[in-house]
């Protein structure tokens, strides 16, 4: 998709990480960049309230000026700021966009719309990537824009090895000139009253050969359609979350799928996504898929 980097932006340090690692995304790409500011309240009539528009609209207008500055003819910066419900605006603005950039963390409803709720309801309902991004303790990016160490990583899942969540990892990998890291987690069946931890233990090794051939056969298309990355691919006996989170340590970039569900009681993003967005300190890319 040639559609622009999308970010989510309020002002908040979160945001500001998250227009940084936008920016350095665009020029990877060679892609627009577009920074979408939404007021969440719907009246205007209350106290103060023209000024802290006139403050938002200044502070966006300020990093637009920033980032226009950094970025080449072929990544050029528009801003917008639309008088929305800030999930409905991220929503629709991803809608035709590559990737959708926000702050994984908001500071409150005065400073920020980019709290949990809101980057968790867009995580939920978009339909491209949605990358999370925080920020130092002392409000500084942790990607800026020339900054580009550490490996990507994605946790896949052999039950649902779906070709957008993978091609985006290699992809990611190949436009940083970064190492891939390929997680894939599992665990024996659990023993019962029909099946004894002894022939358990002694299934161990066969599993955990069908289960590597399967992450190998999973990715050699992949291997050699991308032969400029090159792919480091593990089997980690663990619970998915915790070992997806585990293995991003000291990453540049987590990818992780979450499968849309179609379901009466709403969308949700998934335990390994969910644990991602709130354990892992890297940027934390959330490929949706069918």
């Known amino acids: 998709m040639n559609g622009p980097i999308v970010v989510g932006f309020d002002g908040s ?16 790409r060679g892609l627009p960049l577009e920074l979408v500011q939404a007021w969440p309240w ?19 207008a300020a990093k637009e000026t920033e980032l226009r500055a950094v970025l080449t003819a072929g990544a050029g910066i528009t ?10 605006a991220l929503e629709a603005a991803g809608r035709n966009a590559t990737v959708l950039v926000l702050g994984s963390r ?12 809101v980057s968790q309801e867009v995580l939920r309902r978009a339909r491209c990537p949605v990358v999370l991004v925080r920020a130092e303790e002392d409000g500084e990016a942790t990607a800026p ?6 490996d990507v990583v994605l946790g896949l899942d052999l039950k649902h090895p779906c070709d957008d969540v993978i091609a985006f990892a290699f992809e990611a990998a190949g436009l940083r000139s970064a190492h ?10 659990i023993s019962s009253e029909y099946t004894a931890l002894a022939a358990v233990g002694s ?8 289960e590597q051939r399967r992450l190998t056969d999973t990715l050699a298309p992949w291997r050699s359609r991308c032969a400029q990355v090159t792919v480091n691919a593990t089997l980690v006996r663990d619970n998915a979350a915790a070992g997806v989170v585990e293995a991003s340590a000291g990453a540049a970039l987590l990818v992780v799928g979450r499968r849309i569900r179609r379901s009466p009681i709403g969308a949700h993003i998934g335990p ?8 892992v300190k890297c940027p934390v890319a959330v490929v949706p898929y069918d």
């Open 13 to 28: 340090p979160e945001s500001v990480a998250a227009a940084a690692w936008g920016a350095r995304e665009a020029l990877l």
């Open 42 to 60: 719907p009246r205007t009539d209350v106290l103060g309230t023209d000024d802290a528009i006139s403050w938002s609209r200044k502070k966006l």
């Open 79 to 88: 801003s917008a700021h639309v008088h929305q419900d800030p999930a409905e």
């Open 106 to 117: 908001g500071l409150s409803t005065v400073r920020g719309f980019l709290v949990g709720s």
């Open 145 to 150: 824009p020339d900054a580009a160490d550490g």
């Open 180 to 189: 891939l890291r390929v997680v894939h987690t599992w665990a024996p069946p």
């Open 203 to 210: 299934m161990y090794g066969e599993l955990a050969a069908v």
């Open 272 to 279: 390994v996504a969910h644990a991602a967005i709130h354990h």
